[in-house]
């Protein structure tokens, strides 16, 4: 079975201040990698997704986020915020070739002017 | 393209009650998943359809929920009765076949429930 674990439940950043979201994860088998964020009254969004190969992932909107499978961690940075960066991010894996998507439990993001 | 849709966006009934949620994947998708939120926990997979037919519902926290997908298109998620614990925000995903490759799944607005 998978598990993610979100280190922080509420980020609090000046705009402009570089920011890190950190998530570890728990799988005996292979496993895609996914950053998803939710703006305020809107869906799920996938930012990015690590599958194979560079364990480097840029996204959208210039965040990125690095896979180091020897600590199980999958953290999700970007060098400079935006208030439009506010909202909710969750880190998330899944089996390779599986469909079901396991879900942490999530890390508010507030950039504050 | 018209996105993964949900409906009602908001639903408050009384414990005891009934509620059916409807979703609408992406034209062509043949898997779709049900995920939900309780208050500030994880999202929690309910169950994956291909096309109508459930190819895993493990996540299914009781026989009070009922999920179906006529046809293979639309898909309906019934709970009945309702719960105080039921209460949350329900998402639905969709994405195109096959089984043995990445395929990425599309995210609805999602449906808030409140049993009160």
């Known amino acids: 079975a998978q598990s993610v674990t979100q280190l922080d439940s509420q980020v609090p950043v000046f705009e402009e201040a570089p920011v890190e979201l950190r998530c570890n994860y728990s799988s005996s088998v292979s496993v895609y990698l996914f950053w998803y964020v939710q703006y305020p009254n809107q869906g799920l969004q996938l930012l990015l997704k690590y599958l194979s190969g560079s364990t480097l992932v840029k996204g959208i909107n210039g965040f990125e986020a690095e896979f180091n499978k020897s600590q199980t961690s999958f953290h999700l940075r970007k060098p400079s915020v935006h208030i439009s960066d506010t909202a909710e991010y969750f880190c998330a894996v899944s089996r390779t070739g599986g469909f079901k998507t396991i879900f942490g439990a999530g890390t508010r993001l507030f950039v504050k002017a | 393209e018209a996105g993964v849709t949900q409906f009602p966006s908001h639903s408050v009934i009384e414990k005891g009650q009934t509620v059916t949620l409807r979703c609408d994947p992406i034209?062509?998708?043949?898997?779709l998943y049900w995920y939900r939120r309780v208050m500030g926990k994880e999202i929690k997979f309910l169950l994956h359809?291909?096309?109508?037919?459930?190819?895993?519902e493990s996540g299914m926290p009781n026989n009070r929920f009922l999920a179906e997908r006529t046809g293979g298109t639309y898909s309906t998620l019934k709970v009945q009765p309702a719960e105080l614990e039921d209460s949350g925000v329900y998402f639905c995903a969709s994405s195109q076949g096959p089984y043995s490759s990445y395929n990425e799944q599309f995210f609805g607005p999602g449906t808030r429930l409140t049993v009160l």
């Open positions: 034209s062509g998708h043949d898997n």
């Open positions: 359809f291909v096309k109508e037919s459930k190819q895993d």
